[in-house]
């Protein structure tokens, strides 16, 4: 079966610090992936998505870059983090079919 | 892009009552899903729907696909405490999936 890790769970970084957060998914080859951020626990916001390696689509500029260096890896990153980065991001990905989207348990960043 | 509008936004029920949410399109959809979100957690699919006119049950929930294709509902039975959470309806176009704006549910024992 196919599982979704995120890590880490929970991060505290202050203003101006890099940011990397990892997603690895297993048992599935090739899947389209996806960075989303949720702020005050409501409504997903779209971030990046990935077709495949290297593969990166922006939905939204900001100071924030993915990349896929591996088939089933997908991270999110940043340079220098703002206060407005603050939020809870979900990785997820689907097989491509456009049938359905499973979402990693999520990563909570405060950025003070 | 898509927009796809949840209602009610949120619900406050007693347990045991029944649910009853919507989602709207304004683009037809070919597969509408939904989805669960604990606190502090990725949401969860709980139903997928792929057909106009269908209906489709996961325990005490069921959901059916509009048959304009436009819209979805889900239907929750005898609510219990752990129904709480935030639910999501969701339908891909490209490479993208569109979320609705979620509705809260409270459970009040």
């Known amino acids: 079966s196919q599982t979704i890790h995120q890590w880490p769970a929970t991060l505290v970084q202050p203003v101006g610090s890099p940011l990397s957060l990892e997603c690895t998914v297993e048992?599935?080859?090739?899947?389209?992936l996806y960075w989303y951020r949720q702020a005050a626990g409501r409504g997903l916001q779209l971030l990046f998505y990935?077709?495949?390696?290297?593969?990166i689509s922006s939905e939204v500029p900001q100071n924030l870059s993915a990349s896929r260096p591996q088939d089933r890896q997908f991270i999110l990153s940043s340079k220098k983090l703002l206060l407005s980065d603050s939020g809870f991001y979900l990785c997820?990905?689907?097989?491509?079919?456009?049938?359905?989207?499973?979402f990693g348990p999520g990563t909570r960043l405060l950025v003070l | 892009g898509q927009q796809l509008n949840q209602s009610p936004q949120s619900m406050f029920i007693q347990e045991g009552e029944d649910v009853s949410m919507n989602c709207t399109s304004s683009?037809?959809?070919?597969?509408w899903l939904w989805y669960k979100q604990d606190p502090g957690e990725g949401p969860v699919l709980l139903i997928a729907?792929?057909?106009?006119?269908e209906l489709t049950s996961n325990g005490r929930l069921t959901a059916q696909f509009g048959i304009t294709r436009k819209d979805s509902f889900l239907n929750i039975s005898a609510s219990i405490p752990s129904d709480v959470g935030i639910y999501f309806c969701?339908?891909?176009?490209?490479?993208?999936?569109?979320f609705g704006t979620g509705t809260s549910l409270t459970v009040i024992p």
């Open positions: 683009s037809i959809f070919n597969t």
């Open positions: 729907l792929y057909k106009a006119g």
């Open positions: 048992g599935t080859s090739n899947p389209n």
């Open positions: 990935s077709v495949g390696i290297g593969q």
């Open positions: 997820a990905w689907d097989s491509g079919a456009q049938e359905t989207q499973y």
């Open positions: 969701a339908g891909p176009t490209g490479n993208q999936f569109y």
